[in-house]
């Protein structure tokens, strides 16, 4: 089992920032990548950001880039996500996925956060 525990959500003002943080444990043999996604109400879930293990690169939705920052801490299974600049679109519940080798698989597999409320006022 691997349990995925996001913090950091909040209501802040435009303008402002939050950082995210998220934790991956359990039965993890390797982190194949960390991200965070967003899901707006009436919206469908979207990519936020994304970094993998194995180049150490990072993908942004254009939206966030040049505002958002995303890193890893890889030997505590750990992500975050800076936000900065926020505006009311921003607003939306942030969710942590983990893409991990576990210990009883040799295929990979998604986990989610329970996610964290992110809500910015104009």
């Known amino acids: 089992q691997v349990q995925v525990v996001e913090s950091g959500g909040g209501l802040v003002q435009a303008g402002g920032s939050l950082r995210l943080s998220c934790t991956a444990s359990?039965?993890?043999?390797?982190?194949?990548?960390m991200g965070w996604y967003r899901q707006a109400p009436g919206k469908q879930r979207e990519l936020v950001a994304v970094r993998n293990s194995g180049l150490s690169t990072s993908i942004y939705a254009d939206s966030v880039k040049g505002r958002f920052t995303i890193s890893r801490d890889y030997a505590q299974n750990m992500v975050f996500l800076q936000m900065n600049s926020l505006n009311a679109e921003d607003t939306a519940v942030y969710y942590c996925?983990?893409?991990?080798?576990?210990?009883?698989?040799?295929?990979?597999?998604?986990?989610w956060g329970q996610g964290t409320q992110v809500t910015v006022s104009s």
């Open positions: 359990g039965s993890i043999r390797h982190v194949a990548a």
């Open positions: 996925n983990t893409r991990v080798f576990t210990e009883a698989s040799i295929a990979s597999n998604d986990y």
